[in-house]
C-alpha cells in the first residue's frame, strides 16, 4: 500500500512539474511574441521617419 500511495505522489509529482514548465513555455513565447511586435512597430516607424524628408 506505501508503495502504490508512493508512486501516486510521484506521479502528482511530475505531472505538476510538467505543468509548470509548460507555462513557463507560455510565458517566454508570450515575451518573445512581444518583444518581436515591438521590434516591428519600432523598424515600421523608423523606415516611415526615414521616407518622410
Known amino acids: ?6 508512486n501516486r505522489k ?13 507555462l ?4 517566454k513565447e508570450k515575451k518573445v ?5 515591438q521590434t516591428d512597430i519600432d523598424t515600421a516607424r523608423l523606415s ?3 521616407e518622410s524628408p
Open 33 to 37: 511574441s512581444d518583444k518581436h511586435r
Open 48 to 50: 516611415r521617419a526615414e
Open 10 to 22: 510521484r506521479k502528482s509529482e511530475i505531472n505538476t512539474d510538467k505543468l509548470i514548465l509548460t
Open 24 to 27: 513557463q513555455d507560455a510565458v
Open 1 to 6: 500500500m506505501t508503495f502504490a500511495l508512493e
